[in-house]
């Protein structure tokens, strides 16, 4: 077991390495990319942050400040360097350290992906079970149905339609008036709610199909003939299959709120949700190198261990899966 | 033999689908009596496993059409609701499965699924009925029982997995065990040892068996009676003695012809051939009429009922008795020139 989770850390890092690389690529060396000078005299992030019609020192100035003018290897490792010792660098554009920043961001994030993922556990679970208890009734056909259309959604446009619907319409609810739940609890809730719905709805309907799926395909299984046929209640037999039809679940949860922890892009954009998701749409408009790295970097964080745990989690629920 | 135990009669279970109606069993009578085994025996497909699963009310009533009568212990099985079968799947009357490797939950200990199941039915505390269970593991011959339950299914190999399905099936001493292919899926070698083992159950706790298989090598051994269905009915119905040495029904010859090893006369290995019928348009006349080698004129125009000709048990074939037995010879004859 700990040489498992020590040989998965180690890979893990690889991969956080690996992704970093990938970004470090994307920016300096390809064509056209905002670090790649190519066939002109400067990097176009360079006369970017220098403003308007820049004079060559300012953009000279401006090169050396962020070092750009350092072989990319080289940028490569330092940058390396200081992130394993917390240092994700400065924000191109605000000189603020982006560690500080994006520690900054990610409790709205958190708190959007936490409250959204409970709320379509519930939701997904509770609908798909009952739908598959109540197959071919009335509610299987019309959850399913809502479910569908669940689905069919894009998440941006019912965002859209809900801020149109419930902040200009019914004005109960104020875009944009985001609070940290340290400060006001209330507020934060009043603020959250709206988004956690919007961001849980897809989710729920991809759960409870999911969900009612598992329960039907682990209902035909001979083990559950054999919990009725030795004179289990009807309720113990769910409990059976239950636990098997829910356990996969756990491992769409846990890789599913590993890559919102990352930032909900398009719920945080359009409820001006300040975490790591607009966060990170800004500093991709401004070619902010740092910044776009320092998010990028967390979101794979979250990913690659939500993986982990998920793995682990699974060899605990799962008495046939070992570390291996 | 003892007293009846289970009484099917007239039993019909037909699943109406989209491509038609499913006549998986049609019109199905036996008896079962305390301390003997009775072997049910046919090819796949033959409505072995829906007969019995229909008896202990494990096919969905929604999704069949079932009529007839399944008396067990004063009862009327299939008059019974959900809820009042409960108190008997398990208790009077348990089953054992064909696949003892999808049978266990997987994420189960075995030991918690027997104590469940002994739970379910009497009130005893946790540790009773631990005790219990490892009385029962012990007496179905699994090694170190006390350590074993604490396994989980795939810590198990195939034949133990059969053995912990058959002690939990023993948990309340019932009076009928119904064992639906219980070495199918198993080595020769375990087979042999499992099919032991319920007839050593048998005997000693004088209960009734079914045995169900779709070789009757398997049945020659250990059943006192035999019925052989085919598509949906009973084709021939006797004594282990009367269908071995004077089978009347030529698709009991087939199964005879086909058993590998038998250690009668003769060694001549010969598959029935063709393919049992669909369920959904079963032939007119004898359903096995299209691949018997003795039809003839009224086969396939008049079902032939079951019953006794004259040659000592039920059977359901138009061939006169006389026909039967001289048939039956020849073929028997045939394949000891060939062996020799
Ligand atoms: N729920 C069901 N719906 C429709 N057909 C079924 C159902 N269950 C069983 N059958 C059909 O009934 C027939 C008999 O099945 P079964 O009793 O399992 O055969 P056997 O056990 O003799 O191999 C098969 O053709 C099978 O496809
Ligand atoms: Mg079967």
Redesign the pocket.
Known sequence: MTQYLIRRTLWSITMLIAVTALVFVIFFLLPGAAGNAGSGKYPPVAVRIAGKQPSPATIEAIIDRLGLDRPVHEQFFSYLGNAAQGDLGYSYQTEEPVTQAVLRRLPPTIGLALGASVLWLLIGCTIGVISALKRRTVWDRASMIGALAGVSMPVFWIGLMAVFFFDSRLQIYDTGSYVPFTSNPLQWLSVMWLPWIVLALTYAAIYSRMVRGNMLEVGGEDYIRTARAKGLTERSVIRHQLRSALTPVVTMYGLDLGLLLGGAIITENIFNIPGIGSYTVTAIAQQNLPVILGTTVIASFFIIFSNLIVDVFYAILDPRVTYS | MGEPILEVKDLK?H?P?PDGV?K??DGLTFTVHRGETFGIV??????????C?TALGL??RE??QISGEVLFEGHDLLKLSNEDLRPIRGKGLSMIFQDPFACLHPFYRVGDQIIEAIQCHDSCDKNEAKNRTIGLLDAVGIPQPDDRIRDYPHQFSGGMRQRAMIAMALAHNPSLLIA??PTTALDVTVQAQILELIDHIKQEFNIGVIL?T?DLGVVADVAQSVMV?YA?RAVEYGSRDEVFSGPLHPYTWGLLESIPNIDRKGGRLVPIEGAPP??IRVPTGCAFNPRCPHRFDPCDKDRPELLDRGGGHPEACHLRIEDKKRLWNEREAGRVEVAS
């Open positions: 279970v699943f689908t499913v998986a069993v046919g090819e796949s497909g033959s409505g072995k496993s829906v007969t699963l096919i969905k999704s069949a639906d292919e169900i779709h269905m949906g669909s369920l």
